[in-house]
């Protein structure tokens, strides 16, 4: 009988592929499934400090994996768990799917016999700066749990354990992330209301978040999960051209609006002068990229890029690099305003001239300058879209989206906007 060493653990996504085609500079995606977007150096920073090092050490406790347990395996060159459908983990939990694969290492789909019931279980790869990561995640997800009595907002976290030099944090079963239900969607939107009732529990846990003095820093469709996986498929009347007999003539609605957010990894507590790179691309604020240092307002932009795919099925800025992502910005929402132009730091000053962005003199290419003049007004786009509600939708995103963080609508200031009002009809 072998003797194995438990402790618990949450979950994690990657950038995904994007509909324009990739150009010289853009970077080689991974699988779906993601790590925070961002060195988990900064991450590890806080583990350093001793924070959270005397809590962590009274969660470990033993355990014996009795008889079935999987043979050893070395784990692959990057460090990840190598296992086999139907092996167990540890005694409790044995291991029935693989739910996806990122950055951080797997998350797997397994039957939990104690609670007979399934989980998720992200296990990390067997580094030192992911293990350090996913302590603070844990420590996080334990802070939130500890707020979050009716667990509404947030993934919950069932415990964690350390199996084989692996951490690994069981959570929750949930469905799909809105990124993959876009996906099996084939990238068409979400009904305005199931859009309205999304938005509107996206920004109250952003608001809980806040109130804790926590930002998470890598909101996107990825990280946001429908509770439920049940769906139902409705004709799709802006493709009513195309016979019923054509699957394509429908799409898919899901039955809840409900979700939860995850990947808790790249959350950080509030302080001064926070300038290294956070959230991936798509949702990335200007302040970030500009260097100007940043906070709360940063997951308000995410949340404001979110609400228009959820409305158009496709990514509002689709781009791989700096200064095509600022001359989207400002295609879509106007001029940048001079102040922030001025305040630019060493590494971002190349993206500035004559006090306006280096546009289109500094595009790498002409398929950038191509991809930027295609993208319409804000206001158009979601007209496209959106046959009802688009006014109060137009002005929420705009306060959402606005470019001085100073500015920004705070996450509690955007739930009292009309778009939110209660005379609409909740799902």
Known sequence: MEMEHVTIFPITHLDRPRKRPRFGWDVPQAQVGNFCGQEVGNVASYASSGAISDHTSSLFVKGVAQNGSPPWREDDKDGHYMFALGDNLTSRYKIHNKMGEGTFGQVLECWDRERKEMVAIKIVRGIKKYKEAAMIEIEVLQQLGKHDKGGNRCVQIRNWFDYRNHICIVFEKLGPSLYDFLRKNNYRSFPIDHVREIGRQLLECVAFMHDLHMIHTDLKPENILLVSSDYVKVPDYKNSTRSPKDNSYYKRVPKSSAIKVIDFGSTTYERQDQNYIVS?????????????????????????????????????????????????????????????????????????????????????????????LKLPRLQNLVMQHVDHSAGDLIHLLQGLLRYDPMDRLTAREALRHPFFAKDHRRI
Not at 282 to 302: K, N, Q, T
Not at 303 to 321: K, R, S, Y
Request: charged letters at 25%; aromatic letters at 8%; one cysteine or more.
């Open 280 to 372: 991936t691309r798509h949702y990335r604020a200007p302040e970030v990229i500009l260097g100007l240092g940043w906070s709360y307002p940063c997951d308000v932009w995410s949340v404001g890029c979110i609400l228009v795919e959820l409305c158009t099925g496709e990514a509002l800025f689709q781009t791989h690099e700096n200064l095509e992502h600022l001359a989207m910005m400002e295609r879509v929402l106007g001029p940048m305003p001079q102040n922030m132009l001025k305040r630019v730091d060493r590494h971002t000053e190349k993206y500035v001239r004559r006090g306006r962005l280096d546009w289109p003199e500094g595009a790498a290419s002409r398929e950038s300058i191509k991809a930027v």
